[in-house]
Nanobody
């Protein structure tokens, strides 16, 4: 199984920056992919990828040796306020099937 522990969320003023981290631990063969989603109140979870609304402001990076993924968020806007979730796709054993795991979510609030 895979446990994902997120950190780095909080309250920030518009124009500020935050860096989210997500570390994977547990018993698994390999983490094949890691990424970030976010969920606005009353909306479905969406992938935080190079979408227009975050281009040039958000950067996702991964440290494979540490099984950790980061989300660097700059020039934050009030409309970025959401719960951010870490996601991982992992092989529990070699040659097995992939499973998807989620972190507990971390609140990011952008407000003055």
């Amino acid at each position: 199984q895979v446990q994902l522990v997120e950190s780095g969320g909080g309250l920030v003023q518009p124009g500020g920056s935050l860096r989210l981290s997500c570390a994977a631990s547990g018993s698994f063969f390999r983490i094949n992919a890691m990424g970030w989603f976010r969920q606005f109140p009353g909306k479905q979870r969406e992938l935080v990828a190079p979408i227009d609304s975050v281009k040039g402001r958000f950067t996702i990076s991964r440290d494979n040796a540490k099984n950790t993924v980061y989300l660097q968020m700059n020039s934050l806007k009030p409309e970025d306020t959401a719960v951010y979730y870490c996601n991982a796709v992992a092989l529990i054993r070699e040659g097995g099937v992939e499973y998807q795991y989620w972190g507990q979510g971390t609140q990011v609030t952008v407000s003055s």
